[in-house]
T-cell receptor, first 114, second 111 residues
Framework: DVKVTQSSRYLVKRTGEKVFLECVQDMDHENMFWYRQDPGLGLRLIYFSYDVKMKEKGDIPEGYSVSREKKERFSLILESASTNQTSMYLC?????????????FGSGTRLTVV | KQEVTQIPAALSVPEGENLVLNCSFTDSAIYNLQWFRQDPGKGLTSLLLIQSSQREQTSGRLNASLDKSSGRSTLYIAASQPGDSATYLCAVADSNYQLIWGAGTKLIIKP
């Protein structure tokens, strides 16, 4: 089975801190995604990547950046954390575009910014 | 623009009943449709994936159907159990292979 591993289940950070959320997948998937999930707003795509060193903005990229130096690892960076970034963050991976294979998600990171 | 709707938003049924969750989408040009389960505070678990050329998929007590022409999918759960209580999300992969999400159905199975 594909595994998508997020490094932390729970994080508490202070306003203004630089925060790194790490995601690793073990099935050589080309595509990786970062979502945030908030009550009443559902899942919203922050950034995604179709290949190493490649990134694309999703629907809500403001305040975030990403890094993909290796195929298996996709990092989400909050340059200066703010309280409105308190949320559940979900990482996902999938095989390359054009195939009929689905997404696999990690277990999520609950981030609280105080 | 693709829109995905799930009805009902919440559902509570006694244990043992068979039930159906609904998902509708506005644009039939999809790659696939995927059903996920989410337990409170947890990530998403993929349940079933239906490719655009398929009509249904089955896994244990779960059966998902797809009717692209009418823009509908259903998730059928047979002989429901308290452990089935969760939020169920459907998502369609559009022509760019991006997922468009429904808002989910919160299911409660009463013992």
């Amino acid at each position: 089975d594909v595994k998508v591993t997020q490094s932390s289940r729970y994080l508490v950070k202070r306003t203004g801190e630089k925060v790194f959320l790490e995601c690793v997948q073990d099935m050589d998937h080309e595509n990786m995604f970062w979502y945030r999930q908030d009550p009443g707003l559902g899942l919203r795509l922050i950034y995604f990547s179709y290949d190493v060193k490649m990134k694309e903005k999703g629907d809500i990229p403001e305040g975030y950046s990403v890094s993909r130096e290796k195929k298996e690892r996709f990092s989400l960076i909050l340059e200066s954390a703010s309280t409105n970034q308190t949320s559940m963050y979900l990482c996902a991976s999938s095989p390359s575009t054009g195939t009929n294979y689905g997404y696999t998600f990690g277990s999520g990171t609950r981030l609280t910014v105080v | 623009k693709q829109e995905v709707t799930q009805i009902p938003a919440a559902l509570s049924v006694p244990e043992g009943e068979n039930l159906v969750l609904n998902c509708s989408f506005t644009d039939s040009a999809i790659y696939n449709l995927q059903w996920f389960r989410q337990d409170p505070g947890k990530g998403l678990t993929s349940l079933l994936l239906i490719q655009s050329s398929q009509r249904e998929q089955t896994s244990g007590r779960l059966n998902a159907s797809l009717d692209k022409s009418s823009g509908r999918s259903t998730l059928y759960i047979a002989a429901s159990q308290p452990g089935d209580s969760a939020t169920y999300l459907c998502a369609v992969a559009d022509s760019n292979y991006q997922l468009i999400w429904g808002a989910g159905t919160k299911l409660i199975i009463k013992p």
